[in-house]
């Protein structure tokens, strides 16, 4: 057996809207950047990096950082927001963009524009090839068990699963996934994919959502942001820490500020190779993979049931606005100068565009998404049940399952 190999990894999402949607960009961005070499990272997962400017001064931290090697997707909008920097090349290279990402008429909620989903990436680390994926899945924009993209965020909870499903190499997941450990999206990541949480796995759970702080109204923590492992066939992965970072705060110009909304996490990990694969018991990994394929369909039946009340809905939204904006553009026919009045003032135009909007909107929800859930449900029935490496139940450091 080789000598075991450290891989440093970190997650981070940095918030970085635009100015006026989010506060200190410029500042906050070159905060992060000069950070980075600080950490003697191996790999680093940004999420919410938006916009050009904020990403270019993110990377150039990075590479001052040693992580010359860098992935992301140009687009402002549907550029999915995510950059994964790495010490070792980046190969293998592949994007799964989410089938469900939202409503695209919620523009205030903006995930449906973004163009979320993961990355994967593959190393070839001293010890063999690892698996890397960042994420960012939709956001929840209320309480309880089941928000309105509960069904969403479990359908690219299927979409990682099966993304991951091939891979007979160590996985290392990081990013934002937007849910909490007493979810039951919870345990269908971990049931589904068989990744371990490494929070769990060492009984150092620290809340990434933070109260009070100076970019957050509300006052609430919970722990949002992952760090995520499973073994290889051929080589381990254990985790040996991991620790919040970019929760400090900071003053810009005398206003109090911070790296981002979220905290970030910083993890050390160790590769090992095994001569032969470790079997391990396979009943608990079955046992989580059968209920959590259970508990996927059931959030799956729940968002296709809200997206068909949603799509009557937003027929009879469309129906009205563009009675509305046929009527107004009818009226202002009348004269020339009504009629410049009307588009100048925006009335017309802001009218006629929701009206259209809301009618093609009502024809994709009924089109589009049912299509979406349907694929989704064939790639779930297509999941098997992790392999006897892959580890079974969740487990704390001292041995004991982890139950939810």
């Not at 006026?20 to 992060?32: D, F, N, P, Q, V």
């Not at 009218?351 to 790639?379: I, M, S, T």
């Amino acid at each position: 057996m080789s000598a075991p190999i450290r891989l440093r990894v970190a997650t981070l999402n940095v918030w970085g809207l635009a100015e006026g949607l989010s506060r200190h960009l410029g500042a906050r961005m070159e905060a992060i950047g000069r950070a980075l070499p600080t950490l003697e990272l191996d790999v680093l997962a940004l999420q919410e990096s938006w916009t050009e400017e904020g990403r270019a001064v993110l990377v150039a931290g990075a590479r001052d950082a040693g992580l010359e090697h860098v992935w992301h997707r140009p687009e402002a909008f549907g550029g999915s927001g995510l950059v994964l920097c790495s010490r070792q090349p980046l190969q293998k290279v592949r994007f799964v963009r989410f089938l469900l990402n939202g409503h695209p008429e919620r523009i205030d909620h903006a995930d449906y524009f973004g163009g979320k989903g993961a990355v994967i990436a593959t190393l070839d680390t001293a010890a063999g090839a690892v698996d890397v994926l960042n994420t960012h899945l939709v956001a929840r924009y209320r309480g309880g068990p089941r928000d309105g993209y509960h069904g969403h965020r479990a359908g690219q909870l299927v979409q990682i699963a099966s993304a991951l499903q091939a891979s007979a190499r160590p996985v290392v997941a990081l990013g934002d996934f937007n849910l909490t450990e007493a979810s039951v999206e919870h345990e269908i990541l971990v049931g589904l994919t068989g990744l371990r949480d490494v929070a769990i796995e060492l009984e150092r759970r620290q809340d990434t959502i933070e109260a009070p702080h100076p970019y957050r109204s509300l006052d609430h923590r919970e722990r949002i942001d992952y760090a995520l492992v499973r073994d290889g066939e051929s080589l381990g992965i254990e985790p040996r820490s991991v620790d919040r970072i970019f929760d400090a705060g900071l003053d810009f110009g005398g206003e109090p500020g911070a790296y981002s909304d979220h905290a970030g996490l910083l993890g050390e990990l160790e590769l090992r190779s095994r001569d032969e694969p470790e079997p391990r018991d396979r009943t608990d990994a079955r046992v989580e993979f059968e209920r959590a394929r259970a508990l996927a369909h059931d959030a799956l039946r729940f968002g296709e049931e809200r997206g068909r009340s949603r799509s009557l809905g937003l027929i009879g939204t469309a129906i009205t606005a563009g009675a509305g904006a046929t009527a107004l553009a009818w009226k202002t026919r009348s004269t020339r100068r009504q009629l410049l009045r009307a588009l100048a003032g925006g009335g017309a135009a802001l009218l006629g565009a929701g009206g259209l909007g809301a009618a093609g909107l009502a024809v994709e929800a009924r089109g589009r998404v049912p299509a979406a859930y349907a694929e989704l449900r064939a790639q779930l029935d297509a999941l098997e049940a992790p392999r006897p490496t892959d580890g079974g139940a969740q487990r704390s450091v001292d041995g004991a399952p982890h139950r939810r």
